[in-house]
């Protein structure tokens, strides 16, 4: 008897092979995943098995007809996506071979292990979009089921959950053999198998993975004959052995098996569990490094610590810091003050003091980590690549935010990507193939020096809304798995054979930015008098958007006897939240008091009641407030000290009305 098993890949189908040709007696041959094209003529006693994503569907009804018996193995997608998502990798050398996919992987399965619900499946690197994984197993099983369909009368339909079940009698009685469960498979093949169970995705999927993969999953599930029953499991339980564990002992088979040295992957426990695990810019870099053999590199990055440059592993590294003037806030400014404690100011270069002091010298790679503010990322990104050997790659982070609202044009706390993604998306615009973004930590844009178009204008805009519905025409982005494969053959080229964007992709121009003041803080002794040298000034948007100040007193403040806080340096109005002076340690030391600013020093403004709201009104160019503050509060006032100011500059036509309408009042009340 001829037997064909055909099933997608991790749907039972190596445990199925093994069964049927035990079942058969004597020696049947075996045929294992081979090529249908490349099969030699069929014995008579023959069990052979192919998976269903190798082959075209036409291909294996036509080679079905040579079998006597036809088995078609189906399985659950969501168990089946689970278990590619474990064991895929092993299938790839180029895969195999990084160190830092792996390792990423490896942490990820710990943690989900200990804890179920703390990681989605898309935190997976496999699986974060665009995923060829999950394309292929939704691909697979869309057109089995569309195969199941179609030779339903001339195939046997078998459920992997029967087989694991050892419900094996209707397969038995069609085969006219008795299958038993549990066969003895050839060791060669013995990795493939996992749990041996199923509904394992109960345990693996969370609440958020059942909301994103439920309509993409529901319709296959429909038409393999699954209810759409989403039930998770209550608590989960992931084993070990079904997890990290598994996925260690195929890392080391398969190295071995590929000729790769061993590969230590982190013990659980070592990794901090407040640090989020992904796939960093660093692994990009260190990918670059290795596969094209750059030697020369080079890091802009704002001043973090060079924790990236820490990490990157090149034979000449050169590390340079942005200035960064825009945000002066507490986080900022105390990072900043760690920063420079270590690395000195030496290395804090403007982007003209940068290319002066490498004038004559070229890099391999250059790092641009910005500061995320339109147009100085265009203007940096268009220049760098004059310090680029030919062929050479600019990387440029944050090229591909998940969600809008770490898009702002200001900082915002917590993740914050401002308006890289729409300089990067003009630059490929220019030179679509030449550059695209690998989605990893926010998106790492990629350029090669090659040929470039740099002197394109700079006002050209587009909305989030745009850019998220073509995000991988404006982005030309690849998956971390994608970059591995056009990585791998050494040739650069083949990192960016790709199709060009599709045209017209749409920019519009860049609307004019809010109008801008000033704001000002002065300090002196008790017998000085105010001067710009002992002041701090900070810039204020007049949007109408509350903004928060941190003046910050500098190590050279001596003893501080008044204080004088100019608002803005125009005439605008103002909604002053609140006035607090900070101490070093963070501690409250004096608060305004709003209700009796009648009784306070304010020059050159007037406060007025509008909509039940009280605002300021400067008149002139110098408005001023003169703090009354306590003898045991400026006792105390000095260096690191900070005064913290929360106020909503409104547009100048605002101010001009609420400056109109409040003269109307004073006329009208004198009258």
């Known amino acids: 008897m001829r037997c064909l098993i055909v099933g997608a890949g991790k749907t039972g189908t190596t445990a199925l092979l093994y069964a049927v040709a035990q079942a058969m007696g004597g020696e049947p041959a075996i045929h294992f995943e081979d090529r249908i094209a490349a099969l030699p003529p069929l014995a008579p006693h023959t069990a052979a098995k192919v998976l269903f994503e190798d082959e075209r569907a036409d291909h294996i009804a036509a080679f079905g007809n040579r079998f006597d018996r036809r088995v078609l193995l189906v399985r659950d997608p969501r168990d089946n996506l689970i278990s590619q998502l474990l064991y895929a990798v092993a299938t790839h050398r180029v895969q195999m071979d990084d160190p830092g996919w792996l390792r990423t992987i490896a942490l990820l399965l710990q943690r989900k292990q200990e804890n179920p619900a703390s990681v989605a499946l898309q935190d997976f690197p ?181 924790k990236c440059f820490a990490d990157v592993v090149c034979e000449s590294k050169t590390l340079a810091f942005i200035p960064e003037h825009a945000y002066l806030d507490a986080d900022a400014t105390e990072r900043l003050l760690g920063t420079t404690a270590t690395f000195g100011t030496r290395d804090i270069l403007t982007l003209p003091q940068l290319l002066e002091r490498h004038a004559g010298e070229r890099f391999d790679l250059i790092l641009y980590d910005p500061v995320h503010v339109r147009p100085e990322v265009d203007q940096v990104a268009r220049a760098l690549p004059a310090l680029l050997n030919p062929g050479g790659i600019l990387i440029v982070h944050d090229c591909n935010p998940e969600k ?181 340690k963070g501690a409250l030391m004096w608060r305004w008091d709003a209700d009796g600013h009648a009784g306070q020093d304010w020059r050159g403004v007037r406060f007025c009641e509008v909509g039940g709201d009280t605002l300021l009104l400067t008149t002139g160019s110098d408005p001023q407030f003169h703090p009354a503050l306590p003898a045991s509060v400026r006792a105390r006032l000095g260096a690191g000290c900070s005064l913290s100011v929360v106020m909503a500059p409104q547009p100048p036509l605002a101010g001009t009305l609420l400056a109109a309408l409040e003269a109307a009042r004073r006329e009208a009340a004198h009258e």
């Not at 890392?251 to 070592?270: D, H, K, N, S, W």
């Not at 702002?408 to 890289?420: F, I, L, N």
């Not at 002794?525 to 900070?538: A, H, K, M, R």
């Open 126 to 306: 496999q699986l974060k979009p665009p995923s060829a994984l999950l394309d292929l197993v939704c691909a697979a099983n869309r057109s089995l089921a569309a195969f199941a369909r179609a030779h339903a009368g001339d195939w046997f339909i078998l459920r992997y959950e029967d087989m694991v079940a050892g419900r094996l009698e209707a397969l038995s009685a069609y085969l006219g053999l008795t299958v038993q469960p549990d066969p003895k498979i050839d060791p060669a093949y013995q990795r493939v198998a996992r749990t041996k169970g199923a509904g394992d995705w109960r345990h693996w999927f969370t609440r958020e993975d059942v909301a994103h993969y439920r309509p993409l999953l529901a319709p296959l599930m429909a038409g393999l004959g699954y209810a759409d029953d989403w039930t998770l499991a209550d608590p989960p339980h992931i084993a070990p052995e079904h997890s990290w564990v598994y996925f260690e002992r195929l890392v080391r088979e398969r190295r071995q098996f590929f000729g790769l040295p061993p590969l230590a992957l982190p013990a659980p426990g070592q990794h901090d569990p407040d640090t989020p695990i992904r796939i960093g810019k660093a692994d990009v870099i260190n990918r670059l490094v290795r596969q094209f053999g750059y030697k020369r590199y080079l890091e802009y990055n704002k001043l973090d610590g060079g």
């Open 404 to 584: 809008e609202e770490i898009t702002t044009v200001k900082r915002c706390p917590g993740a914050w990507v401002g308006e890289t993604y729409k300089a990067f998306a003009l630059l490929r615009h220019h030179n679509p193939g030449k550059a695209l973004t690998v989605g990893e930590d926010f998106g790492c844009g990629l350029v090669w020096n090659k040929d470039l178009v740099l002197d394109y204008p700079l006002d050209a805009d587009l909305s989030y809304q745009q850019f998220d519905a073509q995000r991988a025409s404006y982005t030309g982005l690849i998956g971390y798995h994608q970059f591995l494969q056009k990585t791998a053959s050494g040739n650069i080229a083949d990192l960016f054979a790709a199709p060009p964007a599709p045209a017209p992709l749409r920019f519009q121009r860049k609307p004019a930015p809010p109008p801008r003041m000033e704001s000002q803080l002065f300090w002196c002794g008790p017998e000085q008098d105010f001067s710009e040298e002992q002041s701090l000034i900070l810039p204020i948007a007049l949007d109408g958007n509350p903004q928060a100040l941190l003046f910050t007193f500098p190590p050279a403040a001596g003893p501080i006897g008044r204080l004088r806080f100019d608002p803005a340096d125009g005439v605008v109005a103002l909604r002053l939240a609140s006035l607090e002076l900070i101490s070093a």
